[in-house]
């Protein structure tokens, strides 16, 4: 069974988020990249899967500009077995995104899809079940834990929700998106990170795999958050209460 994972080329979650003066978006150039987080938990996860047996072959997805594929060098260098990138030079949003991926499923025809719940770029959590609906395949999003059985053909994913944890039966091929406490990613060795230079990456483009890319979205203003307000230390907890109470009005 192949399984293929999805990794997205963001700003690192370290830096320091700077607005475009025009307001149309953020800075990013001169800027630090890297692996989305929830995708190197989606990886890391695939890479279990096979190390385990249950699974013959890990490919990497990514899409995006040129650059991209140094995040799916990172990928490779983590244990992925081939890299697929998609080249894209425009801005690419959830719904285009699970068009690429359908038409990617169709060729490489992989078991099972593991995806990140979310980008922590623009925080969309959609593409999995975007995805999930194209294919019509059935979907444990948010996981927290997977567990395979290939007799059966069956994936069984635990899933945090507001009352607890939920469980899901998933009949393969499926779709997961992964959450935080799944897993803890590896960091890429320096011999993994030599081979991984001479691990395939196979190209497409948008257009060669017959998928029109347009905008469903219009981003009308980038704005930072306001800026928080210097507390107030209060004398006693009569101020306290009446600070709540009048200017707060919160009790």
Not at 121 to 148: E, H, R, Y
Request: hydrophobic share 40%; aromatic share 2%; glycine share 6%.
């Amino acid at each position: 069974m192949k399984i293929m994972v999805t990794i997205k080329r963001v700003i690192d979650y370290a830096v320091k988020i700077r607005v475009k003066p025009d307001k149309t978006g953020v800075v990013t150039q001169n800027v630090k990249m890297s692996m989305n987080p929830f995708c190197e938990i989606a990886l890391e996860e695939a890479l279990r899967i096979r190390e385990s047996g249950l699974a013959s072959e890990v490919i990497a997805v990514s899409m995006g500009p040129s650059q991209s594929i140094d995040t799916l060098r990172t990928g490779l260098a983590m244990g992925a077995d081939r890299g697929i990138h998609v080249e894209a030079n425009h801005s690419l949003y959830p719904l285009s995104v699970a068009k690429i991926l359908k038409k990617l499923v169709e060729i490489e025809k992989p078991g099972l899809l593991i995806l990140g719940k979310q980008a922590i770029d623009d925080d969309c959590n959609q593409t999995g079940q975007m995805i999930a609906g194209l294919l019509n395949w059935p979907q444990g999003t948010f996981a927290s834990k997977v567990v395979l059985d290939k007799e059966k053909q069956v994936a069984t994913v635990d899933r945090e929700v507001d009352d607890g944890i939920e469980t899901l039966s998933l009949n393969l091929p499926a779709v997961i998106t992964t959450d935080l406490r799944l897993n803890q990613p590896r960091y890429a060795t320096l011999p993994n990170i030599m081979k991984a230079k001479s691990k395939p990456i196979k190209k497409f483009t948008p257009e060669e795999l017959n998928v029109e890319i347009k905008s469903d979205l219009e981003i009308v203003e980038v704005t930072e958050p306001p800026k928080r307000k210097s507390g107030v230390i209060v004398s006693s907890v009569d101020e306290l209460i009446d600070k709540l109470k009048n200017e707060a009005n919160v009790i």
